[in-house]
């Protein structure tokens, strides 16, 4: 079985051109297991692994989540939705990391939980992974809040990493649809013993997305609300600022941004922006037509997020 995508591909040049994808489906086994990486900077990571039995591209990547919920959307254990699963299958090392303030990893005081501070605590995951794995560089994809993590990451250790992908991640700016919440956020954490805000991550997600499968959503909102009610007030103020700025201009790593039409976190002109200051001469851009903030959640948009990152994490 084939699956298709159709997407526009931004190009160095700025040139528009439309691009079908199609990945064949294998049926691979694969083993998946947790660990735990005791950062150099204290934090103690909790990390999912998903690795093929057979078939092996001796290739390793990191997929970093962003704000408002942990590693599991990369998961979603719901028919094909599952990240993991996909590259696993296509023969990758596969690593979801559940970041500082998440899950089971360490929580410390949430406006501790910045994108530096992510950074810092991922490169001793990357270089376990880089053990683990055996291999020289590992790949590093990033969504939302997660991207901005990587533009940082990638100014502290490019020797660490192969191809980076940032999904919806913002720049100097982000979308004005986006301003009224992220204010919110950033007022409520400066309350006294609010380092750790409400978490609205989910509600009303229904509105925000293309297409959806209602139990892929029904999923989502659940594990939300029951795992992640809470987030770290830190990273907000944080993304805004965007402390990954500077690297930017200076950016060995090979680097594809990927956004929706539709998206809602991201200014447009602020992605062009950032496509066009990316130093690295690898990079390239994808607008996945009607994908929103959280593709991962739609009929398309995982298809598309799927098959992008396979196509960049393994491009020679």
């Not at 049926?27 to 103690?44: C, L, Q, R, S, W």
């Not at 809602?264 to 990079?283: E, H, I, N, S, W």
């Not at 390239?284 to 997020?305: A, D, T």
Request: aromatic share 10%.
């Amino acid at each position: 079985m084939k699956r298709g995508i159709l997407l526009i591909w931004v190009t160095m040049s700025f040139a528009l051109v439309l691009f079908l994808g199609q990945v064949p489906c294998f049926a691979v086994k694969i083993d998946k297991h947790e660990f735990f990486v005791k950062a150099d900077t204290g934090m103690n990571l909790m990390v999912v692994a998903k690795t093929p039995k057979t078939g092996r591209l001796e290739k390793a990547v990191l997929l970093v989540h962003g704000s408002g919920v942990g590693y599991v959307y990369w998961d979603i254990p719901i028919r094909d939705y599952s990240i993991m699963d996909f590259l696993a299958e296509r023969g990758l090392d596969v690593y979801a990391v559940e970041c500082r303030g998440y899950g089971k990893s360490t929580r410390p005081n949430g406006m501790e939980v910045t994108s530096t501070s992510m950074a810092e605590d991922i490169k001793s995951v990357v270089v376990a992974i880089k053990k683990r794995s055996e291999v020289n560089k590992v790949g590093i994809v990033g969504h939302s809040s997660g991207g901005t993590v990587l533009l940082v990451a990638g100014g502290m250790y490019p020797e660490l990493l192969d191809r980076m992908v940032l999904i919806g991640a913002p720049y100097k700016k982000i979308n004005p649809r986006f301003v009224a919440y992220a204010t919110k956020v950033i007022e409520m954490a400066k309350e006294p013993g609010k380092d750790y805000v409400p978490n609205r991550h989910h509600t009303a997600v229904e509105k925000r997305l293309d297409a959806y499968d209602e139990d892929v959503v029904a999923w989502y909102k659940k594990v939300v609300g029951e795992q992640y009610s809470v987030m770290p007030g830190g990273l907000y103020p944080d993304v805004i600022k965007n402390p990954g700025i500077p690297n930017v201009p200076t950016m060995k790593v090979p680097t594809l941004i990927l956004n929706g039409s539709n998206e809602y976190v991201v200014d447009p002109d602020d992605a062009l922006a950032l496509f066009k200051d990316l130093g690295t001469p690898d990079k390239s851009m994808i607008i996945q037509l009607g994908g929103f903030h959280l593709m991962f959640l739609e009929k398309r948009g995982h298809v598309g997020l799927q098959d992008s990152i396979f196509f960049w994490v393994t491009k020679h």
